[in-house]
């Protein structure tokens, strides 16, 4: 790959485009080497752009310019000038037709973006910037144009070509090949566009909207997976029908596909009306799918199909705003889960992977804002902090506003901009104009970078019966030495009485006590601020940010025997998770900081607490899993100055069989009282129970003097009838290297050979090992028939959960992760970019280590900066991170 200009993109430098595109015709031959794209456009000049540009500059990579044709007439080349980025033609008229025929090579494009092969598929995946590698365009998301696609192609190896919107006409050609012609009557951005061509089978199901259109749906697989599709058609009208009845959103089009690809480098795309989707978020059967990818299908399937209005339907005028559709999105699909699920377990998994990985972005060198600035590869934005701080922050004017306030600012939305492409401001706007609230200052979630901190203190006056809260908020992202403004956080809060933990009526000084609410969501916008409550004459046990009300890290005031209480006690299911985890990382944390001049023991009050909780009558089986999940290894990462992730899996190990010792009977009992007999069912009951019983297989094994767990872990592994129940048990045979473990790892790779999906646990399981062989055994099962280092699910199965997963182990102090992950890059880069600089983010943290991984780390950044002909995405993360 040759070294590509590294300039930065700014916000700040934004003009609308010089020129708008009413429609697009796209006849596209295809053929694996040579494919040609002739495509048709009508332009004309923006009356809105700041200077009335004649010059015509369109995007286009890695093409070979065949033939360009204005209002019809030839142009040779002294008629327009090409570089490596755009072709320019120097003076077009007000409205003019442009002919542009390219011959693109999908067979040899490996970065999996513009017009590519998987298996024996064509596929596209053009957002971000993909469509300009398909053909010359102004590719940018405020041009929006009507699209009309003809595809060709050879009919025996080709029989069904896809793309955008409704089939308009078909039909056999002569020397063996078809054709099929589409359109599209919703103006789209150009990244929104897709094709697909290959031989799939067709799962399909009748949907009519609440007004009444019908609609087809149809998840398009290839032949051997056609019985895995249910679930995912099931998911999709699932989905359908809650945005109806929750935003009173409608699908627009008579059919809406779904086809599954095998090369991808993300988990999906929205293409309209032509979802283009990793397999692994589509196919599912009990026998190679775990619950948790039945969850996922479920609400990738969702996420994508609720882009059709966040996103489709109203886009983002440029990729700053990206937050504008996928924020809000992620907001909207972790609504829908809550809805058709259990909302507590719900909230508790997006904070948990909010702080295993949006904090400690947030707090590196990598963090930015949830609309950024400036970019020098966009795909390096497709960032947990535009995803789920996002999220988080439309999830604080919903707690802010109110649900109903909320869906009218909603509605405002869609009706005010539907068609348009649209900033952060439009959706505030909206929101401003349904509340009547000035949303001003509470804009600045969109501008600061950083987690802020709330420092929370309380004073209790038994006399005056006054309970006094003062919070102090601190908003300091990396490298800056000034905190950043103040923030508006929605504080959520309740005071319990400590005895009968019943909440108290919280009344404010100056309020008068009828009616005073059990519940409250305090507005902080100030640096400190002090709450005065009155009519409290003992000490509550203060119930703070219930719920997770904003995106912030508190420093509690509760003492450990408090957050023990809680831990057992809060009403909030949120805030009585949240208890169990602070307790466990003050324990943990200091542990490891203790070592080695001071052995773990790890208190008795925190297994008496743990063995309350576990035997917790109101705690149904999922919530009782995440109630005894002790904090993984990452997150006490971020917890630990100088952090040692050695010294923090031993204290969690020696933890963790000090449990599985003292509370052998509960969890044995726990195990036989969750069992599922019966049929392999996906409802939110069987999967709870199927998870409480694997964590009891899983915790029982922890304690290496257990043999009959290693039994039990074993026959159930021989026994089941799923793979949720397989994984259960051979996952901690694995990782805690019972002899056991290698017979069932041989069989069942000889079971799933062929099965890529099922494999790719098979590799992960094993990267995933905290063993001394664990680097060894990758590098060889990198040499596995199976693998495929080309192949994005493969690379993040073994080579990402290593790298990325495995902390304990890429962390070896010798640096020898470290070492192998530069290696990689050195390989992966020039073929997929996007996937090597996703991995280079498992270094970017270098400054949270102790000074000897500290330094490995960085001489593995110095070396990836210095590599030559090093991509821009890659080039941005490791060169910031050294910044
Ligand atoms: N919008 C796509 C992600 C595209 C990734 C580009 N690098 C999927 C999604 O967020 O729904
Ligand atoms: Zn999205």
Same mark, same amino acid.
């Given at each position: 790959?040759s070294?590509k200009?590294?300039?930065i993109?700014?916000?700040?430098d934004?003009t609308p485009?010089?020129?708008?595109?009413?429609t697009?015709h796209?006849?596209?031959?295809l &053929?694996e080497?040579?494919?040609l794209?002739a495509s048709?456009?009508?332009?004309?000049?923006?009356?809105?752009?700041?200077?009335?540009?004649r010059?015509?500059?369109?995007d286009?990579r890695?093409?070979?310019?065949?033939?360009?044709r204005?209002?019809?007439?030839?142009l040779?080349?002294?008629?327009?000038?090409l570089?490596?980025?755009h072709?320019t033609?120097p003076?077009?008229p007000e409205?003019f037709?442009?002919?542009?025929?390219?011959r693109?090579h999908?067979?040899?494009n490996l970065?999996l973006?513009g017009?590519?092969?998987? /298996?024996?598929?064509?596929?596209?995946?053009?957002e971000a910037?993909?469509?300009r590698?398909?053909?010359?365009?102004?590719?940018?998301?405020?041009?929006?144009?009507?699209?009309t696609v003809r595809?060709?192609?050879?009919?025996?190896?080709y029989?069904?070509l896809?793309?955008n919107?409704?089939l308009?006409e078909?039909?056999a050609?002569?020397?063996?090949?078809?054709?099929?012609l589409?359109e599209?009557?919703?103006?789209?951005p150009?990244?929104?566009?897709?094709?697909v061509?290959g031989?799939?089978?067709?799962?399909e199901?009748?949907?009519?909207t609440?007004?009444?259109?019908?609609?087809?749906?149809?998840i398009?697989?290839?032949?051997?997976?056609a019985e895995r599709?249910?679930?995912?058609l099931?998911s999709?009208e699932?989905?359908m029908?809650?945005?109806?009845?929750?935003?009173?959103?409608e699908?627009?089009?008579?059919?809406y596909?779904?086809?599954a690809v095998n090369?991808?480098?993300?988990?999906?795309?929205e293409?309209?009306?032509?979802?283009i989707?990793n397999a692994?978020y589509v196919?599912?059967?009990?026998?190679t799918?775990t619950?948790?990818?039945?969850e996922d299908?479920?609400?990738?399937?969702a996420h994508?199909?609720?882009?059709?209005?966040?996103g489709?339907r109203i886009?983002?005028?440029d990729?700053?705003?990206l937050s504008l559709k996928? !924020?809000l999105t992620?907001?909207?699909?972790?609504?829908?889960?809550?809805?058709?699920?259990? /909302?507590?377990?719900?909230?508790?998994? &997006?904070?948990?992977s909010l702080?295993?990985f949006?904090?400690p972005?947030?707090?590196?060198?990598?963090? +930015?804002?949830?609309?950024?600035d400036?970019y020098?590869?966009?795909?390096n934005f497709?960032t947990?902090?535009?995803?789920?701080?996002?999220?988080?922050?439309?999830?604080?004017?919903?707690t802010l506003?109110?649900k109903?306030?909320f869906? /009218?600012?909603?509605?405002?939305?869609f009706?005010r901009? *539907?068609g348009q492409a649209?900033?952060?401001?439009?959706?505030?706007?909206?929101?401003q104009?349904?509340?009547?609230?000035?949303?001003?200052?509470?804009?600045?979630?969109?501008?600061?970078?950083?987690?802020?901190?709330?420092t929370?203190r #309380?004073?209790?006056?038994?006399?005056?019966?006054?309970?006094?809260?003062?919070v102090?908020?601190q908003?300091?992202?990396?490298?800056q030495?000034?905190?950043g403004?103040p923030l508006?956080i929605?504080l959520?809060?309740?005071?319990l *009485?400590?005895?009968?933990r019943?909440?108290?009526p919280?009344?404010?000084e100056g309020?008068s006590p009828?009616?005073a609410?059990?519940?409250r969501?305090?507005?902080?916008?100030?640096?400190?601020v002090?709450? /005065?409550?009155?009519?409290?004459?003992?000490?509550? @046990?203060?119930?703070?940010?219930? !719920?997770?009300?904003?995106?912030?890290?508190?420093?509690?005031?509760l003492s450990?025997?408090?957050?023990?209480?809680a831990?057992?006690?809060?009403?909030?299911?949120?805030?009585r998770?949240?208890a169990?985890q #602070?307790?466990?990382?003050?324990?943990?944390?200091?542990?490891a900081r203790?070592?080695? &001049?001071?052995p773990?023991?790890?208190p *008795?009050?925190?297994v008496?607490?743990f063995?309350?909780?576990l035997?917790?009558?109101? @705690?149904d089986?999922?919530m009782?899993?995440?109630a005894?999940?002790?904090?993984?290894i990452?997150?006490?990462i971020?917890?630990?100055?100088?952090?040692?992730p050695g010294a923090l899996?031993t204290v969690?190990?020696?933890?963790?069989?000090r449990l599985?010792h003292?509370?052998r009977?509960?969890?044995?009992a726990?195990?036989?009282?969750?069992?599922?007999?019966g049929p392999?069912?996906?409802?939110?009951?069987a999967i709870?129970?199927?998870?409480?019983?694997?964590?009891?297989l899983?915790?029982?094994?922890?304690?290496?003097?257990n043999d009959?767990?290693?039994?039990?872990a074993?026959d159930?592994?021989?026994?089941?009838?799923?793979?949720? *129940?397989?994984?259960g048990g051979l996952?901690p045979l694995?990782?805690?290297?019972r002899p056991?473990?290698?017979e069932?790892?041989?069989?069942?790779e +000889?079971?799933?050979?062929?099965?890529? =999906?099922?494999m790719?646990?098979?590799f992960?399981i #094993?990267?995933?090992?905290p063993l001394?062989?664990? @680097?060894a055994?990758v590098?060889? =099962?990198m040499? +596995?028939?199976?693998?495929?280092p080309?192949n994005?699910?493969?690379i993040r199965?073994?080579?990402g959960t290593?790298c990325?997963?495995?902390?304990?182990?890429f962390?070896?102090?010798?640096?020898?992760?470290?070492?192998?992950?530069?290696?990689l890059?050195?390989?992966?880069?020039p +073929?997929?970019p996007q996937?090597?600089?996703?991995?280079?983010?498992?270094l970017?943290?270098?400054?949270?280590?102790e000074?000897?991984?500290?330094?490995?780390m960085?001489?593995?950044i110095d070396?990836?900066?210095?590599?030559?002909?090093?991509?821009?995405?890659?080039?941005?993360?490791?060169?910031?991170s050294l910044?």
């Open positions: 790959m070294d200009p590294k300039e993109t700014r916000l700040a934004y485009p010089a020129h708008l595109v009413e697009i796209l006849d596209v031959h &053929d080497t040579e494919t794209v048709r456009m009508t332009l004309r000049r923006n009356p809105d752009a700041p200077t009335n540009q010059a015509v500059r369109l286009g890695e093409l070979e310019l065949v033939e360009i204005l209002d019809g007439a030839p040779s080349t002294a008629g327009y000038t570089d490596s980025e072709l033609l003076d077009a409205r037709t442009l002919e542009i025929t390219t693109i999908p067979e040899t970065s973006e017009l590519y092969r998987s /298996r024996g598929l064509f596929c596209t995946q053009c910037e993909g469509f590698k398909i053909t010359f365009y102004p590719d940018r998301p405020d041009v929006m144009a009507r699209f595809l060709e192609a050879e009919r025996v190896r029989p069904v896809l793309s919107g409704n308009i078909s039909g050609l002569e020397n063996g090949r078809h054709f099929a589409w599209d009557p919703h103006p789209k150009a990244y929104l566009f897709a094709l061509a031989n799939l089978s067709c799962h199901g009748p949907f009519t609440a007004s009444g259109r019908p609609v087809t749906l149809q398009w697989v290839e032949p051997e997976n599709c249910a679930h995912a099931a999709l699932k989905s029908r809650w945005d109806e009845e929750r935003f009173g959103r699908y627009d089009l008579d059919r596909m779904i086809v090369d991808f480098n993300s988990g999906a795309m293409n309209k009306g032509l979802n989707f692994v196919l599912a059967d009990p026998e799918a619950d948790s990818n039945y299908i479920e609400s990738v399937i994508e199909y609720f882009h059709n209005w966040t489709n886009t983002c005028r990729w700053f705003q996928e !924020g992620i907001f909207r699909d972790q609504e829908f889960s809550a809805d058709v699920g259990s /909302r507590p377990v719900e909230r508790i998994r &997006d904070v948990q702080r295993a949006q904090f972005e947030d707090a590196g060198p990598t963090a +930015h804002p949830v609309r950024p400036s020098m590869e966009i795909n497709y947990t902090t535009v995803y789920n701080k996002g999220a988080e922050v439309v999830r604080m004017l919903l506003l109110g109903e306030t869906r /009218r600012g909603m509605d405002l939305y009706a901009h *539907d649209v900033t952060v401001e439009a959706f505030l706007d909206a929101m104009t349904a509340s009547g609230q000035d949303l001003g200052p509470f804009s600045r979630w969109y501008r600061q970078a950083g987690t802020p901190e709330l929370i #309380q004073q209790h006056d038994p006399d005056a019966e006054v309970l006094e809260i003062t102090m908020q908003c300091r992202a990396h490298g030495s000034e905190a403004e508006v929605p959520a809060m309740a005071l *009485d400590r005895d009968t019943a909440p108290l919280l009344i404010l309020e009828e009616n609410p059990l519940e969501v305090l507005e902080v916008t100030r640096p400190v002090t709450y /005065r409550f009155k009519n409290i004459p003992r000490p509550p @046990l203060a119930s703070l940010l219930r !719920g997770f009300s904003a995106p912030v890290k508190l420093n509690s005031p450990n025997d408090d957050l023990a209480l831990w057992g006690a809060d009403n909030d299911p949120f805030n998770w949240d169990g #602070q307790l466990a990382m003050r324990i943990l944390v200091e542990g203790a070592l080695p &001049d001071h773990f023991a790890t *008795d009050s925190f008496a607490a063995a309350a909780t035997t917790s009558p109101d @705690l089986p999922a009782k899993s995440l005894i999940t002790l904090p993984g990452g997150v006490l971020e917890a630990m100055p100088e952090a040692d899996f969690r190990e020696s933890l963790r069989r599985a003292d509370c009977d509960t969890l044995l726990l195990h036989a009282a969750n069992l599922t007999p392999y069912r996906v409802s939110g009951e709870g129970k199927r998870t409480l019983k694997n964590f009891m899983g915790l029982l094994l922890a304690d290496p003097d009959l767990a290693a039994r039990m074993a159930q592994v021989r026994q089941a009838d799923n793979m949720t *129940d397989r994984m996952v694995v990782h805690t290297g056991e473990a290698e069932l790892l041989a069989a069942m +000889h079971r799933w050979r062929d099965n890529p =999906l099922a790719d646990k098979w992960s #094993q990267a995933m090992a001394p062989d664990t @680097l055994r590098q060889r =099962l040499s +596995h028939p199976a693998y495929n080309r994005p699910n493969r199965a073994l080579v290593y990325r997963g495995n902390l304990v182990c962390h070896d102090p010798s640096g020898s992760g470290y070492r192998f992950l530069t290696e890059i050195r390989d992966l880069d +073929h997929n996937i090597a600089a996703n991995l280079v983010g498992a970017t943290r270098w400054r949270q280590f000074p000897r991984r500290r330094e490995a960085r001489q593995a070396t990836i900066v210095t590599l030559p002909g090093l991509s821009r995405n890659s080039y941005e993360i490791a060169s910031k910044a």
